[in-house]
């Protein structure tokens, strides 16, 4: 018999204010031009590759901790005319300790299993900094 993945569900909702409240209690920023709907896509690609990192060094017996920059740019695709993000970039600054013998498999299981990136069109492109060092 097949196995069925697991399922996650997530739910927000908006106030009439714009303010942004999450399923489980949380309440983000309310409605402000500094903060579009494109940046919050950013801020979360940023904290879920830093999250899928965590997640895969705990695994091995690796703390992990950093931070993440995220950008991108929207223009009309050409393959259909919609405004979308056409590039998008990663740059994570973090350290592993202790350092696992293969960091770049690590860093590939971060990039791969961060939904929010899987789920752009235009796959991110990542830059990695490990323990001050720039990964290739």
């Not at 920059?69 to 005319?81: C, F, I, K, N």
């Not at 590039?87 to 973090?94: L, S, T």
């Amino acid at each position: 018999m097949a196995t069925q993945a697991k399922t996650f569900t997530y739910a927000v909702s908006l106030d009439r204010d714009g303010t942004a409240t999450s399923d489980e209690g949380g309440t983000a920023l309310p409605h402000e031009e500094a903060w579009s709907p494109e940046h919050l896509v950013l801020a979360g690609l940023a904290r879920c590759t830093l999250t899928s990192l965590a997640y895969h060094a705990r695994r091995i017996g690796v703390e992990s901790g950093g931070s993440a920059v995220a950008d991108g740019e929207v223009t009309q695709r050409t393959t259909d005319g919609r405004y979308a993000f056409v590039r998008v970039r990663v740059g994570c600054d973090v350290t592993l300790e202790p350092g696992p013998p293969n960091v770049r498999e690590l860093l590939s299981k971060a990039e791969r299993d961060c939904f929010v990136g899987a789920s752009l069109t235009a796959k991110p492109r990542y830059r990695w900094t490990v323990n001050g060092e720039e990964v290739a």
